[in-house]
């Protein structure tokens, strides 16, 4: 493969933001499955992630399409979905992800893929990455003018009242909102420069521990933790809100994280701590019930969940208990971090305190 632009590529982010912003953007649905550089040279095609790791042995059906309908040199970002008659299907997607090549082949049948473009980095031997959006978007139409399913380009508005539509409508069919995309924007990898209204708050935390419920051997709550800019895993709230069933299925699930999980962990000085500190994980007693266990048993912090929050407590941790929302196999810890996240104040306290 001799392309303009080689694997693996970090793809350009998104910060949350509380509504459709106003101006010189270019508005697109945001769409929930897995994010992917494809890398086309003739005939061979890699399928890059979020996280860099290749989807391409995974996706087949994916890979078939690119040879089929893309340019024989190029680098799309886009998304891999698996469509369904009631909308999106996340949970079918991640089940795309699996080690048995047999099952990768019978998947590819059974809950076939598509992939939907939404920029072009590179074609044929030119590097778009320092080129405005609004260039790339055209010549990205005029690439995929001729595509098929289970290609697709993605809709596109530069009308904020019809990207407002989209946001009120899309949820129910399985999309994750809308993505604003300044007009005028180079390809700028891994930062977080274009914004995404979501019908609720979310974020991607690692789950670094956890402790027992009061009634048993099953999980009581998951210990979640974001990193800040020096790497730092600073614990900001717990996810809590689970049947009883659900509880125990979380134990088994975590189990094998437990084993080893204090060496170099980023809270083992916690373990053992019994100051007041509103940051850490456990050891210290409530403020509201001092008789309340926080004990906490640690995990290894390499799994990904994905919780939806009200508030941010001073910036730094969750004012409420979060809500579980799902595993995300996809991203990685280190991807954790606080600058996914959007302080937005309640617009009476910023008038009031020019905030």
Same mark, same amino acid.
């Given at each position: 493969?001799n392309l303009?632009v080689?694997? #693996? @590529?970090k ?9 459709v #912003?106003?101006?010189d ?5 945001k *769409?929930?499955g897995f994010r992917?550089?494809v ?13 860099e ?9 994916v ?9 024989p040199?190029?680098?799309?970002d886009g998304e891999? @979905?698996?469509p369904?008659?009631?909308?999106l =299907?996340?949970?079918a ?6 080690p048995?090549e ?7 049948a059974e809950?076939?893929?598509?992939? +939907?473009?939404? =920029? ?7 590097d778009?990455?320092?080129a405005p ?7 990205l ?8 399913p289970?290609v697709h ?6 009308d904020?009242?019809?990207?407002q =539509? *989209?946001f009120a409508?899309?949820?129910?069919a399985g999309?994750d909102? +809308?993505?604003?995309k ?6 700028r990898?891994? &930062?977080?420069v ?7 708050r979310?974020? =991607?935390?690692v !789950?670094?521990?956890f402790r027992f419920h009061?009634?048993?051997p099953?999980?009581g709550?998951?210990?979640l ?6 790497? @730092?895993l600073h614990?900001?709230?717990? !996810?809590?809100a689970?049947s009883m ?7 088994e ?6 084993e080893?999980?204090?060496d170099n962990?980023? $809270?083992a000085s $916690?373990a053992?701590a019994?100051?007041?500190d509103g940051?850490m994980p456990? /050891?210290?007693?409530?403020? $509201?019930n001092?008789k309340k266990?926080l004990s906490w048993e640690p995990?290894?912090?390499?799994? !990904?969940?994905e919780v939806?929050?009200? &508030?941010?407590?001073? /910036?730094?941790?969750f004012r409420? !208990?979060a &809500? *579980?929302?799902r $595993?995300?196999?996809?991203?990685t810890?280190?991807e954790c971090r606080?600058d996914q996240?959007?302080?937005a104040?309640a617009a009476e306290?910023?008038d009031l305190?020019g905030?």
């Open positions: 493969m303009p080689m694997p #693996p @590529v793809p350009m982010l998104a910060k949350s933001v509380a509504a #912003p106003v101006g953007y270019l508005y697109e649905p *769409w929930d992917c550089i890398f086309r040279d003739g005939d061979s095609v890699e399928l890059g992630s979020r996280n790791r290749p989807l391409t042995r995974y996706f087949p059906d890979v078939g399409a690119a040879l089929e309908q893309l340019p040199r190029c680098v799309v891999i @979905v698996v369904s008659a009631s909308g =299907d996340f949970e997607l991640q089940q795309r992800v699996h048995a047999s099952r990768v082949r019978r998947l590819a809950t076939p893929a598509s992939y +939907v473009a939404f =920029d072009l980095l590179a074609l044929a031997d030119r778009l990455r320092i959006l609004s260039e790339r978007r055209a010549l139409e005029a690439a995929l003018s001729g595509a098929q289970p380009l993605t809709p596109a508005t530069t904020p009242a019809v990207a =539509d *989209w409508r899309f949820e129910g999309l909102g +809308v993505m604003a300044p007009l005028h924007l180079p390809y990898e891994d &930062q977080r274009m914004a995404k209204v979501k019908p609720e979310t974020a =991607d935390c !789950v670094a521990g009061k009634s048993g099953i999980v709550s998951l210990l933790g974001l990193h800040d800019d020096e790497g @730092v614990h900001v709230g717990v !996810v809590a689970f069933a659900r509880r125990a299925e979380l134990l699930e975590i189990t094998p994280l437990r080893g999980a204090l962990h980023p $809270w $916690w053992a019994t100051s007041s940051r456990g /050891g210290a007693p409530s403020r $509201w001092a266990d995990l290894r912090p390499e799994r !990904v969940v939806a929050y009200d &508030q941010l407590e001073a /910036g730094a941790r409420h !208990v &809500q *579980w929302r $595993w995300r196999p996809d991203k810890p280190p606080y996240l959007e302080v104040p306290l910023a305190f905030l």
